[in-house]
């Protein structure tokens, strides 16, 4: 159903600022160039941004889509043609790499800005997904359970398929009587890319590889930050004081020269765990065929996978690429 007024929307942040170095290499033999792998089209007819912003706004509108690329990205004219249908203010250009953490909160401070009780879904840009619509059915369900306990951080959890030391890790408590609202589970911690005997122990511990799609109220994410990282909350609420003025620019630009580089998940989402475990819980997603393109191994081992000419599988996925 429609949400009725500003202080009801759900808003979507798309993270597509990263360097993706690890695939630089590989990008420049594929293509000839170089161009950060969230723009590029690997297979179908989008690249992976693209890919992103589809599945997005199943959910939300793009005028509350808001999306952080770095400065450096808009010499690439591909990536300026990919971003052209965004409406202009909604594309937020970060001066500096600073990690996760920060390329969340930026976009985020400007978000919070034009819709401060909003929800509010990140959406990383570099996900390979087959079933969109059973994956944003996910989605969907994290945000009614934030509306309805505006305290809660939800993320959605991907069941793995093997113990790949690779990915961050979610591992829930484990309950015997489950009553959670549509099937959030609490949890017990995070573990960012663990050795190889380490992932297989939350393998077989019931483990979910962290996605990083998540969702919370933007004042319920700036209210934890707060207390367990300060220096950084206080930090972003100068960039939020000046948005929409002459000074925004060169606020950016100096709170990010002076600020240290965050990761979101060990420097937030584990001190969460730890001091405000109850505000966190995660969804686990089944029946979804997930990846996220962080190496050159993945993409091929899926290109091979889903190559038409060899399995009737591979061709009803290629297809599903083409749809549009």
């Given at each position: 159903?429609?949400?009725?007024?500003?202080?009801?929307?759900?808003?979507?942040?798309?993270?597509?600022?990263?360097?993706?170095?690890?695939?630089?290499?590989?990008?420049?033999?594929?293509?000839?160039?170089?161009?950060?792998?969230?723009?590029?089209?690997?297979?179908?007819?989008?690249?992976?941004?693209?890919?992103?912003?589809?599945?997005?706004?199943?959910?939300?509108?793009?005028?509350?889509?808001?999306?952080?690329?770095d400065r450096d990205h808009l010499k690439h004219p591909e990536v300026g043609r990919q971003l052209s249908g965004c409406p202009r203010e909604n594309v937020i250009l970060q001066p500096q790499n600073k990690e996760t953490g920060p390329g969340i909160f930026l976009p985020l401070m400007h978000l919070h800005k034009h819709y401060p009780e909003s929800v509010v879904v990140v959406f990383p840009s570099d996900h390979f997904i087959l079933e969109e619509d059973l994956f944003m059915d996910h989605v969907d369900r994290a945000c009614r359970t934030v509306e309805r306990e505006p305290s809660r951080l939800i993320l959605l959890g991907m069941e793995p398929s093997d113990p790949e030391p690779e990915y961050g890790y979610i591992l829930p408590i484990v309950e015997t009587n489950v009553s959670a609202r549509w099937g959030v589970r609490k949890v017990s911690r995070f573990v960012e890319k663990p050795e190889l005997h380490a992932a297989r122990e939350l393998f077989y511990k019931g483990g979910l590889w962290n996605t990083m799609v998540m969702v919370f109220k933007a004042g319920t994410l700036l209210e934890l930050t707060r207390k367990v990282a300060p220096?950084?909350?206080?930090?972003?609420?100068?960039?939020?004081?000046?948005?929409?003025?002459?000074?925004?620019?060169?606020?950016?630009?100096?709170?990010?020269?002076n600020m240290e580089p965050v990761n979101f998940s060990k420097g937030l989402l584990e001190?969460?765990?730890?001091?405000?475990?109850?505000?966190?819980?995660?969804?686990?997603?089944?029946?979804?065929?997930?990846?996220?393109?962080?190496?050159?191994?993945?993409?091929?081992?899926?290109?091979?996978?889903?190559?038409?000419?060899?399995?009737?599988?591979?061709?009803?996925?290629?297809?599903?690429?083409?749809?549009?």
């Amino acid at each position: 159903m429609m949400q009725k007024s500003r202080s009801q929307v759900r808003c979507g942040i798309v993270l597509a600022a990263g360097e993706g170095k690890r695939l630089q290499a590989y990008i420049q033999r594929l293509r000839g160039k170089d161009l950060p792998k969230q723009f590029v089209n690997f297979i179908g007819t989008r690249s992976m941004l693209e890919h992103t912003f589809h599945r997005a706004e199943r959910l939300i509108p793009s005028d509350r889509l808001f999306t952080v690329v770095d400065r450096d990205h808009l010499k690439h004219p591909e990536v300026g043609r990919q971003l052209s249908g965004c409406p202009r203010e909604n594309v937020i250009l970060q001066p500096q790499n600073k990690e996760t953490g920060p390329g969340i909160f930026l976009p985020l401070m400007h978000l919070h800005k034009h819709y401060p009780e909003s929800v509010v879904v990140v959406f990383p840009s570099d996900h390979f997904i087959l079933e969109e619509d059973l994956f944003m059915d996910h989605v969907d369900r994290a945000c009614r359970t934030v509306e309805r306990e505006p305290s809660r951080l939800i993320l959605l959890g991907m069941e793995p398929s093997d113990p790949e030391p690779e990915y961050g890790y979610i591992l829930p408590i484990v309950e015997t009587n489950v009553s959670a609202r549509w099937g959030v589970r609490k949890v017990s911690r995070f573990v960012e890319k663990p050795e190889l005997h380490a992932a297989r122990e939350l393998f077989y511990k019931g483990g979910l590889w962290n996605t990083m799609v998540m969702v919370f109220k933007a004042g319920t994410l700036l209210e934890l930050t707060r207390k367990v990282a300060p220096i950084l909350h206080r930090s972003f609420q100068r960039i939020r004081n000046a948005v929409g003025t002459p000074a925004e620019t060169e606020v950016t630009e100096k709170v990010y020269r002076n600020m240290e580089p965050v990761n979101f998940s060990k420097g937030l989402l584990e001190a969460f765990s730890v001091q405000y475990a109850s505000c966190l819980g995660v969804l686990p997603v089944r029946g979804v065929f997930w990846s996220d393109w962080g190496s050159e191994q993945r993409i091929k081992n899926i290109l091979r996978m889903m190559n038409p000419m060899t399995s009737s599988s591979g061709r009803q996925m290629v297809r599903s690429l083409f749809d549009p």
